[in-house]
């Protein structure tokens, strides 16, 4: 019976962690990620609440 | 820039510093336009108001990425910058070359095309090193520019005036490649089987048959 309860105790203290770990990642990689705001009015609203430069990514899918 | 620069960590780092905001100029040509962009990727960083701090020019690795974009974001190495400190060391023909250049990337042409020119004029003999790459500069800024007969000019005089220059094959086989651009077949195709007979161990070899057999089909 004690050693049912231990595996069991064992197992949900693995799951938390795992969980706990991909949360984790999850959170770190969106903290990090470019956030794009491709209206120009809508950037420079931003810009100037934030006073900040805007980044003009030309591109060219041709 | 998409998959590699924008998409690594050290590289979004910057983000906290700029709004991100992407412009396809094939599709939104007058926005493009509005900011003379003529090669992608460009990017260019601007004040809330819509001013033009400057921009790089090409495709940015992240390691490379992050210091030209912190130099801008403190007015280093920017257009700004190079005209302050040409007015500090006006003879300086390495910083008028700077200025060119940035003015070239602007698409600002006639402004660039001043300041090649003024180094050319202050040293015809190349003896600061920097009036090849002027040179060669403004034939590539006529072609750019599609004025096509002024471009081979500029080639031309380039191989006349600096044979010694290691740019000196690159003239050679940029006037048969204007000439190809402009549309004059026959002249294109002496001056490639020119360039044949001047350079017979040129990297190029290969490409310039191909430019041959294309002409000569008319495919160009």
Partial sequence: MLKSVFTVVCLCLILVSVTSAQSREKTDTESWRIEWVNDFDSAQTLAYAENKHILLDFYSDT | ?220
Avoid: C
Avoid at chain 2, 46 to 55: A, I, S
């Fill in chain 2, 1 to 220: 820039m998409d998959s590699v620069t924008f998409e690594n960590r050290i590289a979004a780092s910057v983000s906290k510093s700029l709004i991100f905001s992407k412009h396809n100029g094939k599709v939104d040509t007058s926005f493009a336009r509005r900011y003379g962009i003529a090669a992608y990727p460009t990017m260019v960083v601007v004040k809330p108001n819509g001013d033009e701090v400057d921009r790089l020019v090409g495709f940015y690795r992240p390691e490379e990425f992050v210091p030209a974009i912190l130099d801008l974001l403190q007015d280093r190495n920017t257009l700004n910058d190079y005209l302050s400190r040409l007015m500090q060391y006006p003879g300086s023909l390495s910083l008028r070359l700077e200025v060119a250049e940035k003015y070239r990337n602007r698409s600002s042409l006639d402004e660039a095309r001043e300041h090649y020119e003024y180094v050319l004029e202050t040293d015809p003999d190349n003896g600061e090193g920097f009036s090849d790459d002027a040179l060669m500069a403004v034939g590539k800024l006529e072609l750019k520019a599609r004025n096509y007969d002024l471009a081979v000019e500029q080639f031309e005089r380039f191989k006349k005036t600096f044979p010694d220059s290691e740019m000196y094959e690159d003239a050679a086989i940029y006037v048969p490649y204007t000439l190809m651009r402009a549309e004059k077949v026959a002249e294109a195709i002496e001056q490639f089987e020119q360039f044949k007979k001047d350079f017979p161990d040129s990297e190029e070899l290969e490409w310039v048959d191909k430019q041959i057999q294309k002409l000569k089909e008319g495919n160009n």
